[in-house]
């Protein structure tokens, strides 16, 4: 083997742990034929964590965390934990993690092939062949800024936060833009309110002097915040790589993601500092867990961003590929099936995965 890579596995809650397993068969697979070895530490997270450690993410988890070179995440909480508050919830175990390991963008691609296009709730046409990438800044803009607070009383209470970014924080999220844009069709489109914010007209020109400076080639436009969530239904393929902060990458990638109609077709990743986390963007789906109902497909695709972003580039399009092929086989889990599919479970839907990304390599 001419490479090795330490993976942390946290299967965490619900269908997690059976949508890893998945992800790990496709993963063995192509590292075996593509010459490279993934060795998995597994660490509990969410609610597991909770119930085993008092702690949805413990620190040894994170130190484990920080001496691996990528963290793959199956999906954490669940009606069993609802109760909790604070620190203790299962989500708190995500935010923890994320800043631990400086994750300060998001990535989200959204891609529709025709073979679903049938599935998005906008017209097919619209859709078909749909192929966008959100980068969102992830630890910065109003979800963080101080000053923060709530005072008064009666009609006289207000509340209020705050809205900053810094020159470096923006230069670094675009960075990741623009890099990524190198490796698909070469677009940029930033989402700002440079007509209102003044935040919002220090993004504009900092990415307008960074792109001037470095990233040339690339070609950039800018977007208003309402008017990319207009053009996002009206004409979505218009959008290579989209760049935006937190909150307004927050509203623009949770709507890309009903474009194809289902979030089980949805990876992610948080990334920026030396350690990834890569996650589907399902939620952990409790009612289905255990029964092989569960659609593996975002997980598996989530695996194939890890790969992109450990170099192994040949692999992971292949694992794309391998998804494609088997949706457009016909073969369905049941949030996608229709009349005409072949529904699988998701063992069988690891397999046919795992067989095709194979013939793809």
């Not at 001419?2 to 993963?27: C, F």
């Not at 909770?50 to 993410?57: G, K, L, V």
């Not at 705050?162 to 923006?170: A, D, F, N, P, R």
Request: aromatic fraction near 6%.
């Amino acid at each position: 083997m001419s490479k090795t890579y330490n993976i942390t596995l946290l299967p965490g809650d619900g269908i997690g742990p059976e949508v890893i397993t998945e992800s790990v068969k496709v993963l063995d697979a192509v590292a075996e034929k593509a010459g490279f070895e993934l060795k998995y530490t597994t660490c509990n997270a969410g609610g597991a964590a909770i119930d085993a450690h008092n702690d949805p993410m413990p620190d040894s988890v994170v130190e484990t965390c920080k001496a691996s070179n990528a963290v793959l995440l199956g999906a954490v909480g669940g009606p069993k934990w609802d109760a909790l508050t604070g620190a203790m919830r299962p989500e708190s175990g995500l935010l923890k993690i994320r800043k631990e390991l400086g994750a300060f963008a998001n990535l989200r691609p959204v891609t529709v092939p025709e073979s679903l296009a049938e599935n998005s709730p906008l017209r097919p046409e619209t859709v078909a062949g749909l192929d966008l990438f959100t980068v969102r800044e992830l630890t910065g803009g109003i979800y963080f800024g101080e000053p923060r607070g709530t005072e008064g009383e009666g009609d006289d209470r207000k509340s209020w936060n705050t809205m900053v970014y810094s020159v470096g924080e923006i230069k670094r999220v675009a960075r990741v833009a623009f890099e990524w844009a190198r490796k698909r069709r070469n677009k940029v489109t930033s989402v700002d309110k440079a007509n209102v914010l003044d935040v919002s007209r220090l993004w504009r020109d900092t990415v307008i002097e960074l792109h001037q400076a470095e990233y040339s080639d690339v070609e950039l436009d800018h977007l208003y915040i309402d008017n990319a969530a207009m053009q996002m239904v009206i004409n979505p393929r218009q959008f290579d790589v989209i760049l935006t902060g937190n909150i307004f990458g927050d509203i623009l990638s949770d709507t890309s993601a009903t474009l194809g109609g289902s979030l089980g077709l949805l990876p992610s990743a948080s990334v920026g500092g030396p350690v990834g986390i890569f996650e589907p963007v399902h939620g952990s789906a409790p009612d289905i867990a255990g029964q092989g109902k569960a659609n593996p497909f975002a997980m598996i695709l989530s695996a194939g961003m890890m790969l992109d972003t450990l170099g192994e580039d040949a692999a992971a399009n292949a694992i794309r590929a391998g998804v494609k092929q088997v949706l457009d086989d016909g073969y369905r889990s049941g949030d996608l099936w229709r009349e005409g599919n072949k529904l699988a479970s998701t063992t069988e839907l690891g397999d046919l995965v795992k067989t095709a990304t194979l013939a793809a390599m």
